[in-house]
């Protein structure tokens, strides 16, 4: 049996980022030390060399000044990682954040852990208390000791919860000019690890700089070096990256355990496959982590996984938290469940990390049915048993292989303080990827759930009905032909990806609203955002609208402008020519009433709508029967030709 670092103690790695790492309070402690013993660790302060302030800010270490007459403390801005800090006389830290928090009860309901100790290295003269943030609000102080001289070691036992767990968490305060952290480090004690062997999946697309950053930031540390196997990046963009500048540097850095692969465009799902075909080829690896290459990823999460792995009860994958790149203090989302009354995954609910009342939230346990592909570990032996993932191309291909994850065994945990950086989803979605969309949760719903016919049916129309009235005619196509598709069962994914691609860009193409320079003379509509009166009517008037008006003419310019959130059915006027303003230029999308796209696109949907009803059972059947054979090995070596080869480094 060995002690084992669960945690360490990080701080900030960019700006903005204080707050999800340590606080400054800015008043005194207020905490009843009142019938706790309290241990004191001295040594005599006149051994350790006095340091200059000169060479205090040049160290690697941040510095926590003394507090403002205001009573607020600031930080040294540092931008690199760092376990360290220097706090200056009378100020204080506390580390009840996303990421220097311990959240126990995540540790405790799912791994071995029994004895858990809180190992502090300082110097200077201060006081360490350990405290446990209950879900009522309340705080406890579990224990505390004061230290005084150069560098010691302060041993905090953290007890289990009599009735529930929390956050638990340290405060250090300086009482001395200058009280040094050297580490803090959450410890597993007297545990049997099972071994773990990472390897890490990039699936890249044209983002080589933010892929290599985030390739160095892993090789780069030295803590990493037993526990991370091999990084497999499937190059599939338009650019190489063994083109790129730093491409030598890395692999140099990377000692061996680097390894490029070049394939065509298969989306998401076929470059994280591919990275999967490739890691099996390597007994050695346990587990599998997939991530984004634009998602800033930090070596301690990657730590924090493998140890939370290594001491779990039973197979287990770990689904990372999405923190907008941004605003990092937002924290966008960290995986969901499927939606059987919609059809669809249930909407992310974004929350703000850095505030007490959502940690609180956050700190009890537990489960998720799926987990994003921007962060999600999970065993690999599991492959062999649900098989690969399925050839969707992209949005919903994580949640799909969740599912199968989940409905064989693994619980799918969401430890918070694992995370990465990136653009929020809403940001990065594009206008083709409804088509994905739709078509994914549909064929996601066919093989795992039980959806309704009504659901879907009803679904279809309401979504196609808002895009027809509001003039959305490319939306509407895509809606049409996501339909289209899912109606041709599994062997419509057996075609050509690019194939396929080609045809949901060329049907949105083809729709296209126009686009124009903002103009001051079009007044905007702020009363837009709000929902008129008259659902079912409103709708029917609408319709015979569309069928019976002429279309305007082709130079009428918009009546109004609005907002892209405000652009729904309900909420529009009469007017048959509006524009919507773009968020990051100075211009506008210009929408038209046509009669004829109206016409063509309800027959098409009424079509598709009949034959939902009719089809439905046949279709969810062809779906469940076939989605097996698309998943094997066979199928994807032939699906990805495995044409390429790995990229030796020169």
């Not at 302060?45 to 800010?57: D, F, G, Q, Y």
């Not at 907002?563 to 509006?578: I, N, Q, Y």
Request: aromatic fraction near 8%.
């Amino acid at each position: 049996m060995v002690d084992l670092t669960l945690q360490h103690f990080v701080t900030p790695a960019a700006r903005g980022m204080t707050r999800l790492y340590y606080r400054c309070p800015g008043e005194s402690l207020r905490l009843s030390d009142r019938g706790l013993a309290c241990a004191t660790v001295a040594n005599d302060l006149s051994s350790a060399p006095a340091r200059r302030e000169s060479s205090l800010r040049e160290s690697s270490e941040k510095t926590i000044s003394r507090p403002s007459r205001g009573g607020s403390r600031s930080a040294t801005p540092q931008h690199s990682r760092h376990r360290s800090l220097i706090l200056q006389g009378g100020s204080s830290i506390r580390t009840e954040t996303f990421f220097n928090g311990f959240f126990e009860d995540y540790w405790r309901a799912n791994t071995l852990l029994e004895r858990l100790e809180l190992r502090v290295s300082a110097s200077g003269s201060g006081i360490v208390r350990l405290l446990r943030r209950l879900p009522s609000g309340t705080r406890e102080l579990l224990a505390k000791a004061r230290f005084a001289g150069a560098k010691q070691e302060i041993c905090l036992a953290a007890p289990r919860a009599q009735n529930s767990t929390g956050l638990l968490y340290f405060e250090l305060q300086s009482h001395s000019d200058r009280t040094a952290l050297h580490s803090a480090d959450w410890v597993a004690r007297d545990v049997t690890p099972r071994e773990v062997k990472l390897a890490i999946g990039y699936c890249s697309f044209d983002r080589e700089d933010e892929l290599l950053h985030n390739v160095q930031t892993l090789v780069k540390e030295r803590k990493l070096d037993d526990l991370l196997s091999q990084i497999v990046v499937v190059d599939q963009g338009t650019r190489k990256v063994h083109d790129h500048r730093r491409y030598k540097e890395t692999v140099e850095r990377a000692n061996g355990r680097l390894s490029v692969i070049e394939q065509l465009n298969l989306g998401g799902a076929g470059g994280f496959t591919r990275c999967i075909l490739e890691v099996c080829k390597d007994p050695s690896v346990t587990h599998i982590l997939l991530t984004d290459d634009d998602a800033i990823i930090d070596s301690e999460s990657v730590l924090r996984t493998a140890r939370f792995l290594a001491l779990c009860k039973a197979d287990v994958a770990v689904a990372g938290h999405l923190l907008d790149r941004q605003n990092p203090a937002e924290l966008v989302e960290v995986g969901g469940s499927y939606d059987t009354t919609v059809a669809a995954m249930s909407p992310a609910r974004h929350r703000r990390a850095n505030r007490a009342s959502e940690l609180r939230e956050l700190a009890s346990a537990r489960e998720n049915q799926t987990g994003g592909w921007w962060y999600f570990a999970f065993p690999l032996k599991k492959v062999q048993q649900v098989g690969l993932p399925l050839p969707l191309f992209l949005r919903g291909d994580d949640a799909e292989y969740g599912c199968r994850l989940s409905q064989s065994g693994v619980r799918i945990i969401p430890l918070p303080g694992i995370a990465v950086r990136h653009e929020a989803i809403d940001r990065t979605r594009r206008g083709w990827q409804e088509y994905y969309d739709v078509r994914n949760m549909l064929i996601l719903g066919a093989i795992h759930f039980e959806v309704s016919q009504r659901t879907i049916i009803r679904r279809f129309t309401g979504e196609l009905l808002g895009a027809l009235f509001t003039f959305q005619y490319e939306r509407a196509a895509l809606h049409c032909l996501a339909i289209a598709d899912y109606l041709r069962g599994p062997g419509l994914v057996c075609r050509p990806a690019d194939a396929i691609h080609e045809a949901v860009l060329g049907a949105r193409r083809r729709l296209m609203p126009t686009s124009q320079a903002a103009d001051d003379s079009t007044g905007s509509r702020a009363s837009t955002s709000q929902c008129l009166q008259g659902g079912f009517l409103r709708a029917m008037r609408l319709l015979v609208r569309n069928l019976l008006l002429p279309s305007p003419l082709p130079n009428a310019r918009p009546s109004y402008v609005i907002d892209k959130t405000a652009c729904k059915w309900r909420s529009l006027g009469t007017e048959d020519v509006f524009a919507v303003a773009e968020e990051t230029s100075n211009s506008w999308i210009v929408y038209r009433r046509s009669r004829a796209r109206f016409v063509e696109l309800l027959v098409s949907g009424t079509w598709l709508a009949v034959r939902l009803l009719l089809r439905h059972r046949t279709t969810r059947r062809s779906w469940r029967d076939g989605a097996r054979a698309l998943t094997t090995h066979s199928f994807w070596l032939r699906f990805t030709g495995m044409e390429s080869k790995a990229i030796t480094p020169r």
